[in-house]
């Protein structure tokens, strides 16, 4: 993916991995950066699933203390943003 991707476009790309870890989530759900994995009904197993999508949609690499860290969505495109720009 083109790493330089607004931070909408990843939101939205987050967004729809996330729909096809969770498909009972369906497409009315809010899926917004303050909204925790939790509440989208993601186990830390899907979350782990998610962050391997990401690490080869975006191109990246996501290490195990920064998969820990991660709570949120916004916690998740926010990171998405440092490893691009590093």
Same mark, same amino acid.
């Given at each position: 993916?083109?790493?330089? !991707?607004? =931070?909408?476009? #990843? @939101?939205?790309? %987050? ?6 870890? &969770? =498909?009972? +989530? ?6 917004? =950066?303050? #909204? $925790?994995?939790?509440?989208?009904? @993601? $186990?830390?197993? @899907? %979350? %782990?699933?998610? &962050?391997?999508? %990401?690490?080869?949609?975006?191109? #990246?690499?996501?290490?195990?203390? *920064? @998969? &820990?860290?991660?709570? *949120? !969505?916004?916690? +998740? $495109?926010? +990171?998405?943003?440092? +490893?691009? #720009?590093?």
């Amino acid at each position: 993916m083109n790493h330089d !991707v607004e =931070p909408d476009a #990843v @939101l939205t790309r %987050v967004g729809a991995l996330i729909r096809e870890l &969770v =498909p009972d +989530l369906g497409q009315d759900a809010e899926i917004a =950066p303050a #909204v $925790t994995f939790e509440a989208l009904g @993601l $186990t830390s197993l @899907l %979350v %782990v699933d998610l &962050v391997g999508s %990401v690490e080869a949609d975006f191109d #990246v690499t996501i290490t195990d203390q *920064q @998969l &820990v860290e991660l709570r *949120q !969505v916004g916690d +998740l $495109t926010g +990171l998405l943003a440092d +490893l691009r #720009v590093a």
